[in-house]
């Protein structure tokens, strides 16, 4: 018997691996618990994708801001980043499995997602174009560890209409 929920979320790396980000920048140990919580009381499978500022400027990088990553290079590690997991949507996508939500992170200039004001981060821009691209229209939600109850009742309200 097949038991999958038939459910993913897309989630900024940092989400479920803190060890990831920019030193100084880690507001839990390891994962943010909440969202981690979330997503085994409602059985969600995710997909985490790559930190693109880790595989880019390495572990001891300086922090930076979008427009300082903004340049050729790193939008097109961005983009392979995009591409790579829009192939695996596809296959979710062709084999019945709902896509969700995709959760980015606040202060990021890479996986931050459009409903903060401090705008989309470089990876979600490459990201949102592709998903567009194929048809699928998750939910975003931009993650801030300083207000996560309101973003674990803002995930709460979206899976009682799935």
């Not at 390891?30 to 409602?42: G, K, P, Q, T």
């Not at 990021?108 to 949102?128: A, F, H, Q, R």
Request: glycine content about 6%; charged content about 25%; proline content about 4%.
């Amino acid at each position: 018997m097949d038991r999958r929920s038939g459910k993913v979320i897309v989630v900024a790396h940092c989400i479920l691996n803190q060890n990831s980000r920019v030193l100084g920048g880690a507001h839990y140990s390891a994962v943010v618990n909440e969202v981690v919580d979330f997503l085994r009381r409602h059985e969600v499978g995710y997909l985490q994708m790559p930190c693109p500022e880790l595989t880019f400027a390495g572990f001891k990088r300086s922090p930076k801001t979008k427009p300082e990553y903004d340049t050729p290079n790193y939008r097109r590690h961005c983009r392979t980043i995009a591409l790579s997991t829009v192939r695996t949507l596809k296959e979710f996508v062709k084999g019945n499995v709902a896509v969700v939500a995709l959760l980015g992170i606040k202060n990021s200039p890479s996986c931050n997602v459009s409903n903060s004001k401090d705008g989309t981060g470089i990876l979600m821009e490459e990201l949102l174009e592709e998903i567009e691209s194929i048809n699928i229209h998750p939910a975003t939600r931009t993650i801030d560890v300083s207000k996560i109850v309101t973003d674990v009742e803002w995930l709460e309200k979206l899976f009682s209409t799935i």
